[in-house]
């Protein structure tokens, strides 16, 4: 993929690629009504066109290592969850000299059920308020972000 002004994305053929990789995921019930969720994927993008400056490069915008882990809990009355994503370093050109670096974010949230099918949520979203993340197109992410939510669960 190229990115082109102004940062939209478009399919670039690269003409040859070596694309391999797994993905392991495990989702375990534990007591008390809570949830451990984990995820791994790896993925090893070569180019394989036949040139001096791309020939055996990582493609771009394919992260090789992906983790993610969730630990949440869904009761009666208190939820909550707690999660951590990882990527590893991301190429984002074909020429191996731009990358976005490795990024963590952890999120959190809690909810509690105040009256009948009402429930009133609290959540974070980035708790390290790392203010380095960027997105593909090297915008800044949010710092952290916080978000009350009102709903009706039935």
Known sequence: MMMNSPA??????????SISGAEVQLGVRLPLETRLEVAYSFVDAINERPSATQEGRKLSYRSPHRLFARLDRRGDRLEGFAQVEISSATPRNAYGTAELPAQVRVDA????????????????????DDRTQQDLFQYPLPGASFQATARARF
Request: proline share 7%.
């Open 8 to 17: 939209r994305v478009k399919p670039n053929n690269i003409g040859a690629a």
């Open 109 to 128: 949230g809690a909810g509690a059920r105040v009256a009948g099918p009402l429930w009133v949520d609290l959540q974070v979203r980035n708790l390290l």
